[in-house]
């Protein structure tokens, strides 16, 4: 059979299209990007977004952005997307985010909500999902939070993530697998992962809530005993025929005596081992309970966050069910401008310390001449006397 090639763009776009994309941002159209987010109302005042490129950049239209504009402010702002729930299915979110100011103290990361959040009234209470992203105060906090909601209550990775604390724009990536285990990069290099009931320290609580579970089930089946006791015993007196044969008749397995009806404090006759076979009863809804990485109406991503000093740029959101195709919309977004941003702080750079030198020469030249000036001054002075 001859061995058909297929190019590797035919490749690419099948993966596309296999790829399910809930939710993608670039902000490549101007101000229409009001039309699909929100700003909460909550509180007058909120903090307000503008789409901005900032001060250096690698491209001046691909790397607009929402960036915080009010210094000593809480911001609140979403966007919603047709509700999903990726049940069975990996979950990647991701993002880029830029400390243009040099952040000091304040948070960079972003939220998942549920379907039903009230955008207009977006505000520190509103539940959420999943929080996830950098928060820098001081250097004490300098982490990358990443939260999950589940039973009613936020539980936090007990790893200790080290974010970006330059003023340069990163790309920050969560992939939350059905499996679960979970990821996190920053870059596009795994700077962290492992399994979520155990980075998320809820491993003695699923074992207390699977004990529980079972502890009720048996109780149900003690309560039922004196109402039906019709169980069957294996007869531990018989034994395999010495014509048997496994492989032909399968696995042979004793024959069953039924259990007269129970009665208390009598003892079932023509028995000799009380060997009561139940069925072991499990509970298993404490497993789908923790299954932490499911979420079923997620429809809704936003900012809901605190800034000492204003000046960070939101960019490139994405949530999708494929980590390859996150990983190329990260090299065809944050990839290509990286590093032509760096190229131009570093051209700004040199400019501001040029004119800094600049400015001191002047400086120091009027100062000599105002010192000299100053001596004639005296002179005439003492001429006068």
């Known amino acids: 059979m001859a061995l058909v090639h297929v190019p590797l763009w035919a490749v690419c776009m099948l993966r596309v299209a ?4 809930y939710f993608q941002e670039e902000f490549l159209d101007g101000e229409h990007w009001r039309n699909r987010w929100v700003q909460s109302t909550n509180d007058s005042q909120i903090g307000h977004f503008r789409l901005s490129s900032g001060k250096f950049y690698g491209h001046k239209e691909k790397d607009k952005g929402l960036q915080t ?14 509700p999903f729930s ?6 990647v979110i991701q993002y880029t985010v830029k400390h243009e100011q040099k952040m000091d103290c304040g948070g960079g990361y972003i939220k998942v909500f549920p379907a039903d959040v009230d955008q207009k009234n977006l505000n520190g209470k509103s539940q959420y999902y999943i929080m996830f992203g950098p928060d820098i105060c001081g250097f004490d906090i300098r982490k990358v939070h990443v939260i999950l909601h589940f039973k009613n209550q936020y539980h ?4 200790s993530i080290r974010c ?7 790309l920050y990536a969560l992939i939350l697998r059905p499996d679960l285990t979970y990821e996190v990069k920053i870059d596009g290099q795994s700077i962290e992962s492992g399994g979520i009931e155990y980075d998320w320290n809820l491993t003695s609580l699923k074992k207390m809530e699977k004990t529980s579970a079972e502890s009720k089930d048996w109780e149900q089946v003690e309560d039922g005993k004196s109402q039906d006791w019709e169980k069957h015993f294996l007869d531990a007196s018989a034994s395999k025929p010495s014509d048997w044969n496994s492989e032909l008749d399968g696995d042979w397995q004793a024959p069953m005596i039924q259990k007269p009806p129970y009665q208390d404090g009598l003892k079932p006759e023509g028995i000799d081992k009380d060997i009561w076979l139940h069925q072991k009863m499990k509970n298993t809804n404490y497993l789908t309970e923790y299954d932490l990485s499911e979420f079923e109406n997620i429809g809704a991503i936003g900012l809901e966050l605190w800034q000492v000093r204003s000046g960070t740029i939101f ?10 195709y996150a990983e190329n919309f990260g090299k065809a977004t944050w990839g290509e401008t990286k590093g032509p941003e760096r190229e131009m ?8 310390v040029k004119k800094a030198r600049e400015e001191d020469e002047q400086d120091l030249l009027m100062g000599r001449f105002g010192g000299q000036e100053n001596i004639f001054q005296r002179f005439h002075k003492r001429d006068e006397l």
């Open 18 to 21: 296999l790829a399910t994309v």
């Open 69 to 82: 504009t009010q210094n000593g402010r809480f911001y609140a702002i979403s966007a919603r997307f047709k």
């Open 86 to 91: 990726n049940k069975g299915k990996t979950l």
């Open 156 to 159: 936090s990775n007990k790893k």
């Open 164 to 170: 970006k604390v330059d003023g340069f724009t990163h």
């Open 315 to 324: 960019d490139n959101f994405l949530i999708t069910d494929d980590e390859e």
């Open 345 to 352: 702080d570093a051209i700004q750079a040199k400019e501001e």
